[in-house]
């Protein structure tokens, strides 16, 4: 059964701390990698890897994924009280012509001032 | 407005009760899905569609409809609610095929009580 499995289940940091988010996955014809980010809302669209090695980079935020280990990890530097939130990561397989994401059930990332 | 809208926001209903949650889209993506949201659960797909008239089941379809007869719209149709579908409800869409285009953009939500 494909899965996807985020660690750790949650993270409590102070500002200007650098985080490190995990999500490795088991799924059948692997195609992209996606990251979201949650508040008290809907899941926002972050990155979307599909190739090893290359790092995506936005902002304070960052991602790279490795398809021979099967994870992918999302970096935040400088950390501020606005980044917390849920960080969902999600894969979408081939197959079919759904393109459906598979969720990892989140980090709960909390930042004190 | 453009994007992704759901209503209602907050929803109580009873039990036995059927209960319709609504999703429009602006931009015409091809695809739309729906999701709940439970704690310890994460995301799990409901029903899906890959363009009008065209529905699929998901991961947890037990319990609902969904029709898809414009594009833009998606309703998901509680048939006779139970407490165990208290939970969160998510719509998404995602653009048609051309490239990779896995992401999905989200409504904001319906909450949704079963008392």
């Known amino acids: 059964e494909d899965k996807v499995v985020q660690s750790p289940l949650s993270l409590v940091v102070h500002e200007g701390d650098t985080v490190t988010l995990n999500c490795s996955y088991e799924?059948?014809?692997?195609?992209?990698l996606l990251w979201y980010k949650q508040e008290k809302k809907a899941p926002t669209f972050l990155f979307m890897l599909?190739?090893?090695?290359i790092e995506k980079k936005s902002g304070r935020l960052s991602s790279i994924l490795d398809k021979k280990e099967l994870f992918s990890i999302l970096n935040i530097t400088a950390t501020q009280t606005g980044d917390s939130a849920v960080y969902l990561c999600?894969?979408?397989?081939?197959?079919?012509?759904?393109?459906?994401?598979?969720f990892g059930t989140g980090t709960l990332l909390a930042v004190q001032p | 407005d453009a994007g992704i809208t759901q209503s209602p926001r907050y929803k109580i209903t009873e039990t036995g009760r059927q209960v319709t949650l609504m999703c429009h889209q602006t931009w015409s993506h091809s695809y739309m899905f729906w999701y709940r949201q439970d704690l310890g659960h994460g995301l799990r797909l409901i029903y899906y569609s890959a363009a009008a008239d065209i529905t699929d089941k998901g991961e947890v379809p037990d319990g609902y409809v969904v029709s898809r007869s414009k594009t833009e719209n998606f309703p998901l149709t509680l048939e006779s609610a139970t407490r165990s579908q208290t939970s969160v409800y998510f719509c998404?869409?995602?653009?048609?095929?051309?490239?990779?285009?896995?992401?999905?953009?989200f409504g904001p939500g319906t909450r949704l009580t079963v008392l």
């Open positions: 599909t190739s090893s090695g």
């Open positions: 999600a894969v979408a397989p081939y197959g079919g012509a759904t393109n459906k994401l598979i």
């Open positions: 998404a869409s995602r653009a048609g095929t051309s490239g990779i285009t896995d992401t999905q953009y």
């Open positions: 799924v059948t014809n692997f195609r992209s």
